[in-house]
């Protein structure tokens, strides 16, 4: 399990602690996930909210932590685990039942299957939900930010988002003045590429891997959700992977019936919808350049599946 070095954990204090302790934010994918995991497995946790709008993930505690600054992060009895998919296998092999492995490898191809196109995620979110004025706040702030850090913190080993991937992302935003239309069909093509697989074995099946919820279908479940959000088309372009969403949706915690907006984002939402359905700038309209795209060079979205 990719536990942090003790070396590489800054603030000690958490070397030292027992049990189960999550730190997580509101409307973070990653956090969501595991939110519900620990809430299915009936895991005693201290959960240790941060506020990412006034910066909590960044202050030289937090980054003592985790030096990336990124949630959810996993202190469990002194081990610091920073990666969403890694606290879940974690979670997983200290809790066996109710299980929701079924088969290790198959489920851990999907949680890498599942990672691959977190930053898509991220673009689509930047773009489709938050008003762009934010956006490239956020980015301006957080470069400055890191500048900062970067005279004291070392990034860790371990996979997904390092400090190196995140400031490539937030001087996009900068240099474009908001996530511009290139990145947005390219995220697309990512997801249409990544998801149709899965959307093609939930026309067989309702679960991934055995006969049961896995922490596969979880964690797929989640990105459906943000994506709906976003606008994607999804029960139009990924009609299985939509059905087995609402189907889930009994299946799991109360939390997880919790609406992810907040009212000032659904207002901005309704607002600019027109607009953007005016301008053919609405997420709908790049999916379905992307499907005309495919059209033409025939074969189904799976022809960007396989990347160089």
């Known amino acids: 399990m990719p536990f942090l070095k003790p070396e590489e954990v800054v603030t000690k204090e958490v070397l030292h602690w027992k049990g189960f302790h999550l730190f997580y934010a509101d409307f973070s994918l990653c956090s969501r996930k595991v939110l519900l995991v620990l809430a299915m497995k009936g895991v005693e946790v201290s959960h240790h909210k941060l506020n990412l709008e006034k910066g909590e993930n960044r202050t030289a505690y937090y980054l003592g932590i985790n030096p990336r600054g990124l949630v959810p992060c996993l202190v469990h009895d002194g081990n610091v685990i920073i990666e969403s998919n890694d606290i879940l296998l974690h979670v997983e092999e200290f809790k066996k039942e109710p299980s929701l492995l079924h088969d290790s490898e198959s489920v851990t191809q999907f949680l890498n299957r599942n990672d691959g196109y977190h930053m898509d995620i991220r673009c689509l979110t930047f773009r489709f939900i938050f008003p762009n004025f934010v956006t490239t706040h956020v980015a301006r702030t957080t470069i400055a930010k890191m500048n900062d850090e970067d005279k004291y913190v070392v990034d860790v080993n371990g996979g997904g988002q390092g400090r190196k991937v995140q400031r490539m992302f937030y001087e996009s935003i900068i240099s474009n003045k908001g996530v511009p239309n ?4 390219q995220s697309v093509k990512n997801l249409c590429s990544a998801l149709q697989p899965v959307e093609d074995i939930y026309g067989q099946t309702d679960f991934l891997v055995g006969n049961s919820i896995s922490l596969a279908d979880i964690a797929f479940w ?9 606008g994607f088309p999804v029960g139009k372009s990924l009609p299985n992977l939509f059905r087995v969403f609402n189907q889930l949706l009994d299946a799991l915690p109360p939390a997880a019936k919790r609406p992810q907006a907040r009212g000032a984002l659904k207002a901005y939402n309704r607002i600019v919808s027109p607009y953007r359905y005016l301008r053919g700038k609405r997420l709908a309209d790049f999916v379905k350049a992307v499907e005309k795209q495919r059209d033409m060079v025939s074969g ?9």
């Open 182 to 185: 290139e990145s947005i069909l």
């Open 222 to 230: 989640c990105d459906i959700e943000r994506l709906v959000l976003c």
């Open 300 to 308: 189904p979205i799976r022809a960007w599946e396989e990347k160089p």
